[in-house]
């Protein structure tokens, strides 16, 4: 009788815990998550260039985008830099002014859980793309 009952305490310890790790993923895949949270397990690298992203709506003044983000997201001081050729900008062309003229870029640093960079393409001061790269929580930027 002892070895029964072990048996159907292991097969109901293995049952629930299946059952936890089915409710746990699906709750991730379909549940009300955060944006960032689905982007990091669905969608870690993107760019939207219509449509709403993160709470910013392609074509809205960056004054706005950056207030949504910040507010939303407890998201600190971006930095900002001029478009170069490719889109490829050397780190030492960033300022911490807002370049409201132009093609530029502003970069914010998500210290989240998430663990990622949102980026907002400009053109004089208007959001024309948003990108996004979550790397998450196991990701050690040196």
């Known amino acids: 009788m002892q070895g029964f009952t072990l048996k159907r305490f292991l097969l109901t310890l293995s049952v629930l815990l299946v059952l ?3 409710g746990t993923a699906g709750w991730i895949a379909f549940g009300p998550v955060e944006e960032r ?11 939207a260039t219509e449509g709403t992203v993160l709470g910013v709506r392609i074509g809205q003044p960056w004054v706005e985008a950056d207030r ?4 939303r997201f407890d998201l600190g001081k971006p930095f900002y830099s001029s478009e170069s050729s490719g889109g490829h900008t050397p780190a030492s062309s960033y300022t ?3 370049i409201l003229v132009g093609e530029a870029v502003a970069v914010y ?3 989240g859980w998430q663990n990622g960079v949102i980026v907002l393409r400009l053109r004089d001061g208007i959001v024309m793309g948003v990108s996004w790269n979550y790397a998450g929580p196991l990701y050690v930027d040196f």
């Open 20 to 22: 936890l790790a089915a």
């Open 37 to 47: 949270t689905r982007l990091l397990f669905h969608d870690p690298r993107g760019t």
């Open 68 to 71: 949504i983000l910040r507010d």
């Open 96 to 98: 911490d002014q807002p």
């Open 109 to 111: 640093r998500d210290t």
